[in-house]
């Protein structure tokens, strides 16, 4: 039985998260995908198939990515979003079968699921202007600053949240929770 394409995609989107940080086999990866995932291996070397295809393209993706994003540098980017785009924008450019608007929703859901809303918003951001840029529309500068301003935000956040102090779960009074489903 073939899986929905949505859960196709969110399986290519692991596989290439992982190969940002792991040197795992190809083997190990398939079995931890087919573990967490419940998927047949069938599934995951058909996903494994298209990753190599990305990755083949990466060099150009990545130089897309970097030129575009001019005001957020390639290295800032989390390797949610980072990944999120490197698909998005191969199935933009590179795979005939499916529509740009579809690859960019898909891009945006993928981003709010593994992502925050901030990072969905820098995706759209991206994405779109690739895409206009590949089509020869022009682009939106002032939506593309806008989306980077509240990347830089919300990454500010995160940084002073990562500063506080942990929180001490003795000192809580949790006793006003009713645990009753």
């Given at each position: 039985?073939?899986?929905?394409?949505?859960?196709?995609?969110?399986?290519?989107?692991?596989?290439?998260?992982?190969?940002?940080?792991?040197?795992?086999?190809?083997?190990?990866?398939?079995?931890?995908?087919?573990k967490e995932l419940c998927?047949?291996?069938?599934?995951?070397?058909?996903?494994?198939?298209?990753?190599?295809?990305?990755?083949?393209?990466?060099?150009?993706?990545?130089?897309?990515?970097?030129?575009?994003?001019?005001?957020?540098?390639?290295?800032?980017?989390?390797?949610?979003?980072?990944?999120?785009?490197?698909?998005?924008?191969?199935?933009?450019?590179?795979?005939?079968?499916?529509?740009?608007?579809?690859?960019?929703?898909?891009?945006?859901?993928?981003?709010?699921?593994?992502?925050?809303?901030?990072?969905?918003?820098?995706?759209?951001?991206?994405?779109?202007?690739?895409?206009?840029?590949?089509?020869?529309?022009?682009?939106?500068?002032?939506?593309?600053?806008?989306?980077?301003?509240?990347?830089?935000?919300?990454?500010?956040?995160?940084?002073?949240?990562?500063?506080?102090?942990?929180?001490?779960?003795?000192?809580?009074?949790?006793?006003?929770?009713?645990?009753?489903?």
């Amino acid at each position: 039985m073939a899986i929905p394409q949505k859960k196709f995609r969110e399986i290519l989107f692991q596989i290439l998260y992982a190969a940002d940080f792991t040197e795992d086999s190809i083997e190990e990866t398939t079995l931890l995908i087919m573990k967490e995932l419940c998927v047949t291996k069938k599934t995951v070397k058909e996903a494994w198939v298209k990753a190599a295809k990305i990755l083949a393209e990466l060099p150009e993706i990545d130089a897309l990515i970097r030129n575009t994003s001019t005001s957020y540098r390639f290295e800032r980017i989390q390797s949610i979003e980072r990944n999120v785009l490197r698909l998005g924008i191969y199935e933009i450019l590179y795979d005939d079968t499916i529509p740009p608007k579809v690859a960019i929703a898909e891009a945006l859901r993928l981003s709010k699921k593994f992502g925050t809303p901030e990072s969905a918003m820098f995706v759209n951001a991206l994405l779109d202007t690739i895409y206009k840029t590949s089509i020869g529309e022009k682009l939106d500068e002032k939506a593309l600053s806008e989306s980077l301003q509240l990347m830089k935000k919300s990454e500010e956040i995160a940084a002073e949240a990562s500063s506080q102090p942990n929180i001490n779960t003795e000192e809580l009074d949790l006793s006003s929770i009713d645990d009753t489903p």
